[in-house]
């Protein structure tokens, strides 16, 4: 029994430093991956891709952010574990992000990737600038709704059962309702901020797991 629950604890902080690992790959594959400084210059878009740097930059940043999204899923899981959400919904919105999150990141880097790999050639015009739009759509659009659902999910679950500080889950409240405007960027930056405080919370402060069978008695 001793062994499950050091086992548990164990999985627990490894899951918390999961969360701190999704912030700094995926941030780091934001900085990393190039795009021109005048984002709607459409000459320097058509160009952009021929250079190799440009398409290796690209591609370490993709491959930084889905790493990061790899780590959330874990970090996910380790919350839902301390959570006890039977019902699955942190895990739906979680799993929702994590797949949109992955969509756009490989969609923003599909020309370069494109080009370095199988030598297709840069298509001309306006279409790597597009690209890159659509990407961002469906990270800041779709994948911030799904954050945000996660966020509000989380926050409520551990509100309940008093894992996280108030504070923290009124923080979730505010955050999750502004990933309704996720598309100034800002507030996005948000939720990986708050994946970070909660990952720290949850270092300094383990909770336990609930172990029992649903509809077990509790002791006296």
Known sequence: MN????????????GAWMGIAFVVLFVAGFIVFPTPSD???????ERWWTESGHRVGAIVG????????????????????????????????GSLF???????????????????FGDTPVPP?????????IGFGVLLVAGALAAGAFIATASYLARRDAILPGWLTIAGYV??????????????ALFPLWVLVVSIMLLRHP??????????PTSA
């Open 3 to 14: 062994a499950g629950l050091e086992n548990n604890a164990r999985a627990n902080r490894v």
């Open 39 to 45: 984002n709607k210059d459409t000459v320097k878009w």
């Open 62 to 93: 993709a491959y930084l952010m889905v790493f990061g999204l790899l780590a959330f899923v874990w970090f996910m899981w380790s919350l839902n574990q301390r959570l006890r959400d039977r019902g699955g919904m942190m895990i739906t919105f």
């Open 98 to 116: 994590v797949a949109l999150a992955m969509i756009s990141a490989l969609v923003r880097a599909s020309i370069a990737g494109s080009k370095q």
């Open 125 to 133: 015009g306006d279409f790597a600038r597009q690209f890159d739009q």
């Open 175 to 188: 955050v999750a309702v502004l990933q309704l405007a996720a598309a100034l960027f800002l507030p996005f």
């Open 207 to 216: 909770s336990r797991v609930d172990t029992r069978v649903p509809g077990a």
